[in-house]
C-alpha cells in the first residue's frame, strides 16, 4: 500500500503484482477494439511467461460472445518461431517457445483438465505442430471453472 501511496502522490505510474492468478478484468461499458491490445499483450507477452503476464481474462457475460469473437481470429493470427536470424529465422515472429521443455506438460495437462472440466477450447490447446522446439500454440479458452 505505501509503494501505490507514493506512486499517487507523485502520479508515477506504477504495475503491483499483488497475486490472484494474473487476472485482467474490465467493466461491463467497456469499448472491446481499445482493451484487445492489452490483452493480446498481457497475455502473449514473452511467450506469457513474466511475473505479470495475464493468465486469465474475467469477461462480463454481456461482453462474452463479442470478445470471443473479436480475440479468437487475434490470436489464431500469431506467428510463433524462433525470431533470431542467426537460427535462419526472418524475424516475422509474434511469439516464441516456452523455456522450460517440461512446462508444455504441464500447460497441457491444465488445458485437457479445462476441457475435461467443461471449458470450450476456441483456439489452440496443444503443441504447434509446425515449428520444432517447445512451442504450444496460442490458445483461448473460456468457461473455465474455478475448479
Known amino acids: 500500500r505505501k509503494v501505490m501511496e507514493s506512486a499517487v502522490e507523485n502520479l508515477t505510474p506504477v504495475i503491483l503484482e499483488l497475486g490472484g492468478k494474473d487476472a485482467m478484468v474490465f467493466r461491463h461499458d467497456c469499448d472491446l477494439k481499445e482493451i484487445l491490445p492489452f490483452v493480446m499483450r498481457g497475455c502473449f507477452q514473452n511467450a506469457g511467461q513474466n511475473c505479470v503476464g495475464v493468465e486469465r481474462v474475467l469477461v462480463y ?3 462474452h460472445d463479442e470478445f470471443v469473437k473479436q480475440v479468437v481470429p487475434k490470436v489464431r493470427a500469431i506467428r510463433q518461431g524462433v525470431p533470431l536470424a542467426a537460427c535462419g529465422a526472418d524475424g516475422k515472429v509474434d511469439c516464441g517457445s516456452m523455456i522450460m521443455p517440461h512446462q508444455m506438460d504441464i500447460v497441457q495437462a491444465l488445458v485437457d483438465d479445462a476441457v475435461k472440466k467443461g471449458a470450450t477450447l476456441h483456439c489452440g490447446g496443444k503443441k504447434n505442430p509446425n515449428v520444432d522446439g517447445q ?6 479458452l473460456s468457461g473455465v471453472t474455478p475448479e
Open 135 to 140: 512451442f504450444f500454440e496460442p490458445t483461448v
Open 61 to 63: 457475460e454481456s461482453l
